[in-house]
């Protein structure tokens, strides 16, 4: 176990990236290979969940593309992602938000954070 630990600290990616949770609106830009080029598109959506630890870490993203939901699963220590910026800081009360799936138009808006 320490083996595999100590060799996860040498390959480990240097990155900062935004403290964010569930209900959070954050847009995510992440680098994309097209043949010989390489571009960077955003997505945009609410963030549903944050599993995993340390370097394993992952986090969930849901948007609504027309009337369809799309739903997003991005490594947070991705060499891919190019930046994460924070939009809104919603305020739910779970960590895992799939609730939010079943719901529709107004019924599915988050409160947004007061500071």
């Known amino acids: 176990m320490d083996l595999i630990k100590a060799v996860e600290k040498e390959f480990e990616v240097v990155t900062q990236h935004p403290e964010f949770g569930a209900g959070d609106t954050i847009t995510v830009s992440y680098k994309i290979a097209e043949g010989g080029k390489e571009r960077i598109q955003n997505f945009r959506g609410v963030v549903i969940q944050i599993r995993g630890r340390e370097t394993t870490k992952t986090f969930t993203i849901r948007k609504m593309s027309g009337?369809?939901?799309?739903?997003r699963i991005f490594p947070l220590f991705s060499p891919f992602i190019d930046s994460i910026e924070v939009n809104k800081r919603g305020s739910v009360r779970r960590k895992r938000i799939f609730y939010l799936r079943s719901l529709t138009g107004k019924k599915a808006r988050i409160k947004e954070k007061r500071f």
């Open 67 to 71: 009337n369809i939901g799309v739903e």
